[in-house]
């Protein structure tokens, strides 16, 4: 067998890491199966191995923002030698990012902040717009807008001033358009989606297009904009490769959602039929804890069964850890029964919205009191239905 050099091999994986850098998925698949040929070819050295086991690790986290795979168990990796500053970068860098996707958010401020300093040794700007793009989404999944704006706008320079990297400008204007969604400034939030809208256009990339049509459909949920919240919602599951993926259940539950809070009830129930068909293959219990939720809210009659059901499913949320979905849907329950004159019911689920947004918080004290019933009027949260899965 040919001995391959490392220097050889090491050239092959830059050219995968600036694949991977601009989410070219279909480019990054091809060289991913052949760097992994390479290796087994190649003469010793841990630098080269350590150096292909982080860009596996970025690969995959690719596959999950762009495609929703899963992530498997974190690549156990030893600390590197402090020889290479690119490699140490992404050491830090995929250890804040494994941190973020399991929701250890304190932990992955941390690592971010040692990755940053590792960065101000690497001179080259798109690790920059890429580092900014990261640590942009962790604080707007912290709602933190103010400080994610600055971080990603600085991104969307520098992916501006570089042709190749219009799939991660895209990218940077959906998180520029959520957090001024979260600053309830709409109208800037639309022109941010039109303007990566007119990108995909240009693209022709379909998947890329459905993600940006649902989370259009997030901000017209937000804004109160029903019919706009559906038509983009429906545009999204026009691709069939769309269909295909986890983003389905995504976009179906905020169809179904829409469709009830606008009492179009019949055309709901035939698309939670639709999921249920598909979930006997592909069973998800977030989702289909989400789907049960809204089925006993809307369809059953019984207050007191009805309440229960759905504390029910809530539980098997807060089981999965999705902080969010429980904040969202027991908001949505609290207005659905105020809405019925069931006020006791509706108390007990808002309080349980409340307690998900403030933990530490007793609405009870009198400091507290004003903000919770503040709250009552601005509960709708659709964060966790993003199809940009920006590491979280």
Known sequence: MTIISAEQVGNRLNEWRIAIRKHEVHSATSMYKE??????????????????????????????????????????LDSPSKTNDLIEYYFYLYKALYASYKRDYTSAIGLFKIAEK???????????????????????????????????????????????????????????????????????????????????????????????????????AEAGESQKCIDALEKALSDDDYLLSCYFQHSMFMLIKELLSIDERSQALYYIELVKQKHETEKNPIYTAKMNFLYHLYFTEDMTTKAQACFDEISILKERKDAEGVRELSALAARHFEELGAIHQAYLFLKEAYHMKHPKLDWRDSDEKNEFIDFRFNHRCFRTNSVFQYVK
């Open 118 to 220: 590792k960065l101000q040794n690497i001179p080259d700007e798109m690790e920059v717009a890429e580092f900014h793009t990261k640590i942009a989404n962790l604080y707007m999944l912290l709602r933190q807008s103010l400080i994610s704006l600055h971080y990603i706008q600085n991104a969307i320079d520098i992916f501006k001033s570089h042709e190749g990297y219009e799939r991660r400008l895209v990218a940077a204007l959906v998180i520029a358009a959520t957090n001024y969604m979260d600053i309830g400034n709409y109208k800037k939030a639309e022109n941010y989606y039109k303007e990566a809208l007119l990108i995909t256009k240009r693209l022709n990339d379909h998947f890329l297009k459905s993600q940006l049509f649902h989370n259009m459909s997030i901000l017209y």
């Open 35 to 76: 760097v992994k040929e390479l290796l087994q070819q190649m003469e010793e050295n841990q630098e080269v191995l350590t150096y292909y086991s982080l860009l596996e690790g970025k690969y995959k986290l690719m596959l999950y923002e762009r495609r929703g795979e899963k992530l498997n168990e974190k690549t156990e």
